[in-house]
C-alpha cells in the first residue's frame, strides 16, 4: 500500500506488501495429438529432436507446457536447448513462467542469460506481483533459487538502488524483492547497502522497507547492525527506531496488525479496495511475522494521507 505525501521519493510511504492480484490460471492440459508428440520429443537424446518439441510446446499456452519448458531450460544439458527454452516460455507470457526466466538470468552460459534478459523485457504482466506470487506459491527450493538468481544477476542491486525512486511502481517493485529476499532468507545484499551504499537516502530507506518485510531473523540481523563501528549517525538513528517500534508492538502482540494473508475477510478500513482472490489460491507456506505497519506508521509517518491507485508495472529490467 501507498501513501502520497510531499516527498520526492515513495518508499518511506509504503507501509505493507499487498497480496498478488488475481490471474486467469492457464488451461491444464491440451488433448492434440501435437501436445504429446512434443512432449515425447524432450525425451530424445537427439538435440536437434529435443530443439524441435520445445519450438512446439511454445504454441500451447497451458500449464503442462509451462512445466515442461520450465524444465529443459533448467536441466537441459545443450546451453543453446535451455536459451530456446526460456525464450519460447516468454512467448507464453503469463506469470508461471517468471520464476525459470529469472533463474535463467544467471546462467552458466552466456547464451542462455541473454536470453533470459530479452524474454524478462518482453513480460508484460505486474512485476511485483509476480514477486509475490513466488513468495504465496514456490517450495523452499525454488524460493531459494530465484533469489540467488536475482542476487546473481544483479537484479537486487539495480532494485536496491530503485527503493529511493520517485517512480511509485519501481519502488514496490523492489520492495516485493525485499520481501522475497527475507523469505528465502537471503538478506545479505539489503544488510550490505544498510551500511555501505553511497546514497545515504537508499541506507535509510532499506532499513525501512526490510523491517516491514517481517521476518524475525531479519529483526535480529538489524539489531546487530546499531552496534557495528563506523556506521552513519543516520542509519543508526534509523535502525533504533525501528528496533524501538518493534520492541513497543512485541510488548502489545494484542495491537500487532494480522499479517495480509491470514484472512479473507475485508479491511477495507485499513487497506482501502479489497483486491479479489481467485478460488482455491494457494495462501503463503507459512505467514510471515506481523509487519507491524501500525507502530511504524508514526516512525516513517507520512505528510498526507491521501492514498494512490495499485501500481501498473511497466518498468524495463
Excluded at 501513501?3 to 509504503?14: K, M, R, V
Excluded at 499487498?18 to 491444464?28: F, Q, R, W
Excluded at 507491524?292 to 529490467?317: L, Q, W
Aim: aromatic share 6%; glycine share 2%; with cysteine.
Amino acid at each position: 500500500m501507498f501513501t502520497l505525501g510531499q516527498s520526492d521519493t515513495f518508499a518511506p510511504e509504503i507501509t505493507r506488501l499487498e497480496p498478488a492480484l488475481s490471474v486467469e490460471d492457464l488451461p491444464e492440459r491440451s488433448n492434440d495429438e501435437g501436445f504429446a508428440e512434443a512432449i515425447s520429443k524432450l525425451q530424445s537424446s537427439s538435440p536437434e529432436e529435443r530443439s524441435e518439441g520445445v519450438k512446439e510446446l511454445a504454441q500451447y499456452q497451458i500449464q503442462s507446457s509451462v512445466a515442461a519448458l520450465s524444465s529443459v531450460a533448467l536441466h537441459d544439458s545443450e546451453a543453446n536447448i535451455r536459451a530456446l527454452a526460456v525464450s519460447s516460455l516468454s512467448s507464453i507470457n503469463h506469470e508461471s513462467v517468471f520464476p525459470a526466466v529469472l533463474i535463467g538470468m544467471a546462467d552458466e552460459s552466456r547464451e542462455v542469460r541473454a536470453a533470459a534478459a530479452r524474454s524478462l523485457s518482453r513480460l508484460s504482466f505486474d512485476r511485483a506481483d509476480a514477486y509475490v506470487r513466488v513468495m504465496e506459491t514456490a517450495d523452499e527450493k525454488m524460493l531459494r533459487d530465484v533469489a540467488q538468481a536475482c542476487i546473481q544477476a544483479g537484479i537486487v542491486s539495480q532494485n536496491i538502488d530503485r527503493i529511493t525512486s520517485s517512480d511509485r511502481r519501481q519502488a514496490y517493485e523492489a520492495f516485493s524483492l525485499i520481501c522475497l529476499l527475507a523469505k528465502a532468507k537471503m538478506t545479505e545484499p539489503i544488510l550490505q547497502a544498510i551500511c555501505n551504499h553511497a546514497n545515504i537516502d537508499v541506507r535509510v530507506t532499506a532499513v525501512h522497507l526490510l523491517v516491514i518485510a517481517g521476518q524475525p531473523e531479519v529483526i535480529e540481523q538489524l539489531r546487530q547492525l546499531t552496534i557495528q563501528d563506523g556506521l552513519a549517525e543516520e542509519v543508526r538513528t534509523a535502525l533504533l527506531e525501528a528496533m524501538y517500534k518493534l520492541d513497543q508492538a512485541r510488548l502489545k502482540p494484542d495491537e500487532a496488525p494480522k499479517a495480509f494473508w491470514s484472512s479473507n475477510e475485508s479491511t477495507a478500513e485499513t487497506q482501502g479496495e479489497e483486491k479479489s482472490k481467485t478460488n482455491g489460491e494457494s495462501q503463503f507456506e507459512r505467514a510471515f511475522e506481523p509487519d507491524f505497519a501500525t507502530e511504524f506508521e508514526r516512525v516513517f509517518e507520512p505528510v498526507s494521507d491521501r492514498k494512490v491507485e495499485r501500481h501498473v508495472n511497466d518498468v524495463e529490467p
